[in-house]
Structure formats: structure tokens, C-alpha cells
């Protein structure tokens, strides 16, 4: 895993100013899953290996080695690894501003312009980023003499690619099979992401928003999927969590029901209680008989 967060490489493409902050490459685990989100940015992908699932808002993309997909502002999208593999990617972030100079060029501001107005797309093969990005972190790593510079020749032909790529992608989406949806947006799949991370909840509210559907659609998700509704689902995965400290642990109630994401210890007590039949001091006892 490199990760190299960039200050002052900004690039006047036409009319566009755009800023590189991030390069990576990333070898996640396994069992690899983030949950839906955006950026106030451009994030670039490119996979060599593994395979997985990218569910947006546009449905749900089967992805792996060769893929190369872009998720720019307001996107709101999630990726789950599948198989056995771990899932290598290499990956940019930047930010394109619109910032007009006098006698600028012409096609560069409209392939700039093509790829803002292309905030999404999912390719299946590599359409020449995946080293370059390569020979980027290679420069950022090892820091030569005039490297920034590199970097910038470098950057500056990534978005030139991207561009065209948007500015051909309907012809080329209409006469091959590069981009393989497997199904409309996965709703279930990404509900139950959010449930992966036992230490932060986000509110219903910010959920419903992230999956573009009301609250009111959410609470009948919820019902659909979980038989439950959104804050006894929470209570649920948090019993569980302190279920297994209380039987596995020596931590004593009065710090586990902070552990587990509760207010008061008096809360945990009532809901564990509720849906156990046990206070988790007598749980604990019941465990150590077993």
C-alpha cells in the first residue's frame, strides 16, 4: 500500500485549472466493503486484480482486473470485493475548477469540459492510466530532481485520456460490451453495508440521502429487509457486539456499553435486557457455566 498526498500540483488544462492531491495504491483486505458515499471531487480507479461489485445510483457494475471506472462530485456510490482475491487498485484524486485564460487552447477546454459534464463511467479495460499512475507513485516515492514537474506531464495526459475517453464513450458503449451492468441498484446489498462498521451509525437520515430514496422508503427498507426498523436493527448489532465482549472479555458492563456505541450504561442495561432476557451482568455469568 503507497498512499502520497500532493500540495501545490495544480495544472492549467484550456480554460480548467485541475489539482492533483492523491495518489494510491491500495491492496484492501479480502472481505473489503465501503459503504455508500461521495466526494467533493474526482476519484479515479484503476483494478489489476481481483474482482468485485460497484453499485451506484446508474445500477450495479461488475468489476475487476483491467477495469477502469470515475466517480466525480456528488456521486454517491459503494464497492464490495467477491472471490478469494484482494482487490489491487491504483487510484487519483483531484479537483477540476473552471478558470478561463486568454488565448487558451480550444479542444483541451472542451475535453475538460466533456469530462466534468462525465462525471461517471465504468470501463472494462485499461484505457492507458493504469501506468502511469504507476510511474506517478514512482516519482512521488522516490522524489528525483524535477520530478513535480514529471508528475504534472504526467497528470496533464491522464485527463487528456479521460476526456476523449468521455467524449467517445457513446459510440463505444453502443457497439461493445466494455461496460457490463449486472443489475439495477443492489438497495438491500447497499443497506447492509452500513451495518459492516459496528463503531459509527450514520443517522436514517443520511442514509436515505446517500441512497437517493425518502425516509419514508427507508423505513419500509428496513421493514422489507430486516423485519425491524432502523434503530432496533442498531440495538441489534450492538447486543451482539456486547454479547460476545461480555462471554469473551474481562471488561466490565460499566465500560462496555460505551464500547458498543451507547449514551448511558442505564440504556444498554434496558435494551440488552429487553433482547436477551438477561442483564449483561447476568449473561456473563450465564456464559462462564457453559
Excluded at 425516509?215 to 428496513?222: D, G, I
Amino acid at each position: 500500500m503507497l498512499r502520497v498526498h500532493l500540495s501545490d500540483m495544480d495544472i492549467q488544462l484550456g480554460d480548467y485549472l485541475v489539482s492533483l492531491f492523491y495518489i494510491g495504491s491500495d491492496e484492501p483486505p479480502k472481505v473489503w466493503s465501503v459503504h455508500p458515499h461521495s466526494h467533493a471531487f474526482f476519484e479515479l480507479h484503476t483494478v489489476s486484480r481481483g474482482r468485485g461489485r460497484l453499485m451506484t445510483k446508474s445500477g450495479v457494475f461488475e468489476i475487476g482486473a483491467g477495469t477502469t471506472y470515475l466517480t466525480g462530485p456528488d456521486i454517491y456510490h459503494s464497492q464490495y470485493t467477491e472471490g478469494d482475491e484482494t482487490m489491487d487498485e491504483r487510484a487519483l484524486r483531484f479537483l477540476v475548477r473552471f478558470h478561463p485564460q486568454p488565448c487558451s487552447d480550444s479542444e483541451t477546454s472542451e475535453l475538460i469540459k466533456v469530462l466534468e459534464e462525465n462525471p461517471f463511467f465504468v470501463c472494462r479495460e485499461d484505457i492507458g492510466c493504469f501506468e502511469l499512475i504507476g510511474e506517478m507513485l514512482d516519482e512521488a516515492k522516490a522524489q528525483r530532481v524535477g520530478y513535480r514537474e514529471r508528475l504534472r506531464h504526467m497528470f496533464a495526459g491522464i485527463i487528456i485520456l479521460l476526456g476523449r475517453y468521455c467524449l467517445n464513450a457513446p459510440q463505444r458503449a453502443a457497439s461493445t460490451d466494455e461496460v457490463i451492468v449486472i443489475g439495477e441498484p443492489d438497495l438491500q446489498s447497499m443497506l447492509g453495508n452500513y451495518f459492516d462498521d459496528t463503531d459509527v451509525f450514520v443517522s436514517p437520515e443520511q442514509i436515505a440521502k446517500e441512497l437517493h430514496i425518502t425516509r419514508r422508503h427507508f423505513s419500509r427498507l428496513m421493514q422489507q429487509y430486516y423485519g425491524m426498523s432502523y434503530v432496533d436493527k442498531v440495538n441489534e448489532i450492538r447486543c451482539e457486539y456486547a454479547k460476545e465482549l461480555l462471554s469473551m472479555s474481562e471488561l466490565p458492563p460499566s465500560v462496555i456499553w460505551q464500547r458498543v456505541g451507547y449514551s448511558s450504561q442505564q440504556y444498554f442495561s434496558r435494551v440488552f435486557k429487553r433482547l436477551t432476557g438477561m442483564t449483561p451482568t447476568e449473561y456473563r455469568s450465564f456464559k462462564a457455566k457453559e
